[in-house]
């Protein structure tokens, strides 16, 4: 045998693990030697066996060329060693005499090679566009651990060229074929990069969940030191996002650990900056130098290139972001001046969003108003890019965190400065509508649009029965306007964000907590309708419906239990729904002209009760009773689905057949996402909100879910993950649902009252209006927590 060769067993790991080994001996072998080829036959021959891989075979039954070989041997080692410029070349110059010679696995190899090259030089459209190109011969060919590792690089730069989408799916279809082809360090890889992606969004839970599964996988096999500090890198960093500064120190020191046995020079040089940066942000100066000092020692053995220049410019960004945040401006300025990147960030989006936000905060900082609107208005630019390329809510709703910040202080800006405020609120509602839907319907401009100016005028004098009010929440201050047929009006309220969301969350959870005094409720509510409301209430009227376009906190304030001055509740003086904003709604799939098969108009679902894993959910009392009197006063034909009938195959079935649709079971809302409670063909399950929104419901005019927290969520009507945006995004003109859990005789009395106006009006705000003035006649329900949680989600009209 060679030495250091050795025929693994039929371990994957090893094979996996041996096949970069193997590799590295064989470019440097004379293949002439039958004994040589054997040992690597052998091992050929089992990675076909075990993971349907026909590289390395036909590599040794291909045209051999040693010089080709060893061109190719230096490709990998300079890649290794964080020099692409050197294996680039190197690659290049293998690949044309494989091609030379006829050896299509060692061609497809010095390709790859190239490739992994281009996404270290930051060349991220040719790599996307080369990695592509490159994926159908290796899939023909069977290359499986070539084709998998195409595919994360293709995520990789494509992520970087800000096209999301295709970034998503590259990284899902290789962590699916890593598992199917058996590759165990693969799937450590796409998990990383799938939790990579989660943190950049600043989807940290996703994020935190994904690390924490790969490090269980990881510490479970024998798999390379870099695949452990990738997790606990992203580990550190959603620590980092989150400001818990000690455990991001933790876990960067056990980052480093990770490439103690590592040759990867430049990941020990940025990972030894970065906890440098982390020190400092720790008050630890003596620490912070003791890294930085060895992350330059390690920068000095690095080639200097392009890459290496990004490679530090990424920390660098960030801890001049938090250096300015901090105070610290002219320390944050020299650091920005002296990376001297311009040219190489341009080709990086994330850099180059990085970079534009954290000179915006410099000039913030430095009083430098016109300034910093330059530098938020290339950051918008960049970050709106990037919602351009997004096709699901899901991934727009993540992407928000990144450029949110921006986009709302450039808007605060010009909100103080203009006097229109038909153009403020305009650009709001663009603003907003781009965030939810991605495009831009009304042109590129972000500020002063014209168009859209137009078009919210006339939207709004088609508001004749109802009035549009919408918030927008500042860090100091939230400005309001209320819109419709005659005209418009703006306030600020000069309040901190950070008070609202106090007041707010005091009330929201006082409201749906019967133990809590409703005096001392009322007394809060009447507090904030003096701060939000009271400003424009000349303009309230009671003969129209009141929508609310709530911001941040406000989403998930329940209206109608505000308390006015003439002592009454908000919820009883008007009809109130909540919306999602004027432009918002042209995403939907309303619209559809198909006739229905089944001539519905109701569909009712009382699953009883429902097993979910080993949690059993029993059977609500007044369940039953709800479903027969909705059913009966419906005033075309109803089906009602009672029990093992409540099954998620039928709701899919016969959703989108129906007209209306009421549920009369559990539900669950958590962060990442809402669920109805029903039956399966062997087991309960949960019919999830990303199914729902799946659907097409265009012919659903109104979905009441009365069950326990459909609707809760820091924003229902916007969070793609709960239950009330997926049935209003997949067409439902309408949603009733409930913002706590709420007692279920209470609830099926709402209903009765609910469904006994609304038969008659059709008009859901004002029936939900007529069921708390009912409601408010029942002594034993009079406190907020048994008639404030239902509340009506659709779009202004």
């Given amino acids: 045998m060679l030495a250091g060769i050795h025929a693994p067993s039929d371990d994957d790991s090893e094979h996996e693990s041996y096949l970069e080994l193997s590799l590295k001996r064989l470019l440097r072998s004379d293949l002439s030697s039958e004994k040589a080829t054997s040992e690597f036959e052998a091992l050929g021959r089992q990675m076909m066996a075990n993971h349907q891989d026909n590289w390395l075979f036909q590599f040794l039954h291909s045209p051999q060329s040693r010089r080709a070989n060893r061109l190719l041997s230096n490709a990998m080692e300079a890649n290794e060693k964080g020099k692409p410029k050197q294996a680039a070349d190197a690659a290049q110059a293998a690949a044309s005499m494989f091609a030379k010679i006829r050896n299509p696995a060692g061609l497809a190899r010095s390709h790859y090679e190239a490739l992994y090259a281009l996404h270290r030089l930051e060349q991220t459209d040719q790599c996307e566009a080369e990695s592509a190109s490159l994926l159908p011969a290796l899939q023909a060919d069977a290359y499986r651990w070539l084709s998998i590792q195409t595919r994360i690089e293709n995520s990789i730069c494509a992520s970087k060229a800000n096209h999301f989408d295709v970034a998503a799916q590259s990284i899902e279809t290789a962590l699916s074929d890593a598992h199917t082809y058996r590759y165990g360090t693969l799937v450590l890889r796409a998990l990383g990069m799938q939790a990579s992606f989660a943190t950049a969004e600043g989807a940290l839970r996703r994020s935190w969940s994904l690390n924490t599964q790969g490090l269980e996988l990881f510490w479970k096999g024998d798999f390379p030191g870099e695949r452990g500090f990738q997790f606990y890198s992203e580990l550190e960093l959603a620590a ?4 818990l500064w000690t455990l991001a120190a933790a876990l960067q020191r056990e980052a480093i650990g990770m490439l103690d046995e590592t040759d990867r020079e430049d990941f020990k040089a940025m990972a030894h900056f970065h906890l440098a940066g982390i020190y400092e942000m720790l008050d630890s100066s003596g620490l912070a130098k003791e890294e930085f000092d060895r992350s330059y020692t390690l920068f000095k053995n690095l080639p200097e290139n392009s890459a290496t220049r990004l490679f530090l410019a990424a920390p660098q960004i960030e801890l001049a972001e938090l250096e300015a945040n901090h105070g610290s401006v002219d320390a944050a300025r020299q650091r920005l001046q002296d990376l001297h990147i311009e040219n190489e960030a341009w080709n990086n989006f994330l850099i180059k969003l990085a970079l534009e936000k954290t000179w915006a905060a410099i000039e913030r900082n430095m009083g430098h108003v016109s300034q910093e609107q330059e530098h938020l208005q290339r950051a918008v630019s960049i970050g709106n890019k990037g919602f351009g390329t997004l096709a699901s809510p899901t991934q727009r709703w993540e992407w928000r965190r990144e450029v949110e910040q921006a986009y709302r202080r450039m808007l ?35 500020i002063q649009n014209t168009l859209a100016r137009k078009a919210a005028q006339i939207r709004a004098s088609q508001l004749a029965q109802s009035s549009l009010l919408t918030f927008a929440m500042f860090s100091d201050r939230t400005v309001v306007w ?10 600020a309220i000069s309040v901190p964000a950070q008070e609202i969301q106090r007041l707010v969350h005091e009330f929201y959870f006082h409201c749906s907590d019967f133990h809590y005094p409703a005096q001392k409720v009322n007394d809060e509510g009447l507090r904030l309708y003096q701060l939000l409301l009271a400003p424009l209430e000349r303009q309230l009227d009671n003969n129209r419906t009141l929508f609310i376009e709530g911001d941040g906190a406000l989403s998930m304030l329940p209206w109608p239990a505000l308390f006015t001055p003439k002592r009454q509740y908000l919820g009883e003086a008007l009809a109130i729904a909540n919306t999602t904003g004027l432009f918002e709604g042209g995403h939907r799939k309303n619209g559809s002209v198909r006739e229905r ?19 059993t959910y029993g059977a609500l009392r007044s369940a039953e009773n709800e479903s027969n009197f909705v059913a009966q006063h419906s005033p075309g034909l109803a089906r009602v689905l009672r029990g093992k009938e409540a099954s998620a195959d039928a709701l899919r079935k016969l959703l989108p057949e129906a007209s209306s649709f009421h549920f009369a079971g559990h539900a669950v809302s958590y962060a990442t996402g809402g669920e109805l409670l029903v039956h399966g063909e062997n087991n309960d399950v949960p019919l999830s909100s990303g199914e729902v929104a799946r659907l097409d419901l265009s012919r659903l005019r109104l979905a009441v879910l009365s069950g326990c927290s459909t609707g809760a969520s820091q924003d229902p009507a916007r969070d793609p993950y709960g239950l009330v945006h997926s049935f209003l995004f997949a067409g439902t003109t309408q949603v009733v649902a409930s913002s706590w859990d709420v007692d279920s005789e209470a609830t099926a009395q709402y209903m009765l009252s609910f469904y006994s106006s609304f038969n008659r009006s059709h008009d859901t705000a004002a029936a939900s209006r007529a069921a708390r003035l009912a409601f408010r006649t029942l002594a034993e329900w009079q406190h907020p927590y048994y008639w404030a949680a239902f509340q009506v989600f659709g779009r202004p009209n």
């Fill in 482 to 491: 209320i819109v419709d047929n005659r005209g418009i009006q703006e306030i």
């Fill in 412 to 446: 605060d800006i010009e909100i103080s400065a203009n006097g229109d405020y038909w153009q403020n609120f305009a650009d709001w509602e663009s603003y907003r509508l781009r965030e939810i839907e991605g495009e831009a319907p009304f042109g590129a401009a972000i």
């Fill in 240 to 243: 980092e996002k989150e400001g």
């Fill in 597 to 615: 098969s089944s001539g519905m108009e109701l569909l009712v679902a009382n699953p009883g009760a429902v097993k979910i894993g080993t949690r």
